[in-house]
């Protein structure tokens, strides 16, 4: 049977009520198939032409480049924009611990605490018993105060804890020194926390009058300043009471108070009389701000977690083989060279069997700590700073910010108080301190045998004078 032809069918009345697209309908091969589909998917609007169309590329250009010329105009970086807006929403809110705040202060991560920075372990109920035997009674119509002549906090720290100490040795009331140093804003808070320097004191010496200006002491206008002669000069604290006496009975009565002014010399003291346990409470009154302590106590969990260091960062004792640290003192000749010694300690100390990887450096000059990273490298030895470890941008704004050199000094001395391996120069009163306080916290009783002990090497001639004053 022949097949038929579909096209030759004539429309009879059969198909009249049909809708056929004739004219798209497929004939006899896949060409014309494949062209009818086409035809009935392609848009009304030919996307594909305007998109190669070099003119839209212009225009796209064009537009880049305007918003590009108006950044530069502005003169808007990304960070700079980014702090534009964060000042400009604190304009209409107010955020809670906004790095971009006056108010803001770094804080330690939940369930971090700060690190135990205790010397000793310090018992104040036998201190408060020796600060009754050395002052069974105070008097009130006397004070002493004390000029402060050092600039460095360290040193700072030392005096006003020696002229309190002469206070009590007297029996009389303290004045919270000034300190020389304009740049210091004058004030001991402005560099240590005051406030808890009070409390402390009162812990261990209940009775003990102090004041913070000197315009608080009643009837101070009818009173007298006198300057005692010799300050500056070493001054013997065994018989300094007799001294002070002296001018109190010639000067003070209750209707007229005086004030005794005396100029301390750095480290011109020496309170080796004292009962170990008073000098240790003594050497815990004064510390650094909180956010000090924050600051550092972030850098000490850095160095823990980030580097997967064994640390019992609650405990007050040392532990070898954790970090070394190094104090480079710019002031003092030679300290460049003394790295290099410092670098072949380290490799003595790989060969007795403790291997340092990451050396903490405290310095203030950049280039001294790029040199000392490099050479550092060549042994397999990170070179780490305060700067390297902070991990929060915001806690490095403010450290920028809001501390000076003194305040970035009391950061650097926190966490080198807790390395395993301490170094510096014997001329440096940092390095001194650092020492004598390490080899306090390593509970030994006798006193350090310079140069060097478990915990710490000292370089070069150690200044006798400076020992003798430190207050762990």
């Known amino acids: ?141 006397f004070y002493i105060s004390c000029n402060i002549g050092a600039r460095d906090a360290i040193a700072i720290r030392s005096s006003v804890l020696t002229c309190a100490r002469y206070a009590v040795q007297a029996e009389v009331g303290f004045v919270l020194p000034k300190l020389k140093d304009k740049s210091l804003n004058n004030s001991l808070s402005y560099i240590f926390d005051e406030d808890r320097f009070i409390t402390n004191i009162r812990e261990i010496c209940p009775e003990f009058p102090v004041i913070r200006n000197i315009s608080d002491i009643k009837n101070i206008s009818k009173g007298k300043t006198i300057s005692a002669p010799g300050s500056g000069k070493d001054i013997q604290l065994d018989t300094f009471k007799k001294e002070a006496d002296r001018y109190m009975n010639m000067t003070a009565t209750a209707d007229a108070p005086s004030i005794l002014r005396l100029n301390l010399a750095p480290y011109k003291s020496n309170h080796s009389s004292d009962i170990g346990v008073f000098s240790a409470a003594f050497g815990s009154l004064l510390n650094p701000h909180e956010d000090v302590q924050i600051l550092a106590s972030k850098i000490l969990y850095q160095l823990e977690s980030k580097l997967l260091l064994d640390m019992n960062l609650s405990s007050s004792l040392l532990q070898n083989g954790t970090f070394a640290a190094v104090h480079l003192d710019e002031l003092l000749k030679g300290y460049e060279e003394n790295t290099k010694i410092y670098l072949d ?128």
């Open 345 to 472: 300690t380290l490799k003595e100390l790989t060969k007795q069997g403790t291997n340092y990887e990451y050396l903490y450096v405290s310095s203030t000059n950049s280039s001294s700590i790029d040199k000392l990273r490099v050479e550092a490298s060549t042994m397999n030895i990170t070179v780490l700073t305060k700067w390297d470890l902070l991990q929060d941008v915001a806690d490095i704004e403010y450290m920028e910010k809001n501390l000076t050199g003194e305040h970035r000094k009391l950061v650097d001395y926190l966490v080198i108080l807790k390395s395993g391996w301490f170094m510096g120069s014997g001329k440096s009163n940092f390095s001194i301190e650092m020492a004598v306080n390490r080899h306090k916290i390593g509970r030994y009783t006798k006193d350090m045998t310079w140069p060097r002990d478990e915990w710490s090497y000292v370089l070069g001639d150690v200044d006798e004078s400076i020992v003798a004053g430190v207050w762990a």
């Open 1 to 141: 049977m022949a097949s038929q032809d579909y096209r030759q069918i004539p429309a009879g009345e059969e198909f009249e009520d049909l809708d056929l697209d004739l004219e798209f309908s497929p004939v006899d091969n896949n060409a014309n198939e494949k062209d009818c589909f086409l035809r009935r998917r392609r848009p009304s609007f030919d996307y594909t032409a305007l998109a190669r169309s070099p003119w839209l590329r212009y225009g796209l250009g064009f537009v880049v480049l305007i918003l590009m010329s108006t950044a530069f105009v502005l003169g808007v970086g990304l960070g700079t924009l980014h702090r534009r807006l964060r000042d400009l929403k604190s304009g209409f809110f107010t955020v809670q611990n906004d790095p971009y705040s006056p108010s803001y202060r770094p804080l330690l991560q939940y369930g971090q605490t700060i690190v135990n920075f205790e010397v000793e372990v310090v018992d104040y109920e036998v201190a408060k018993r020796e600060c009754q035997r050395i002052a069974p009674s105070w008097r009130r119509e």
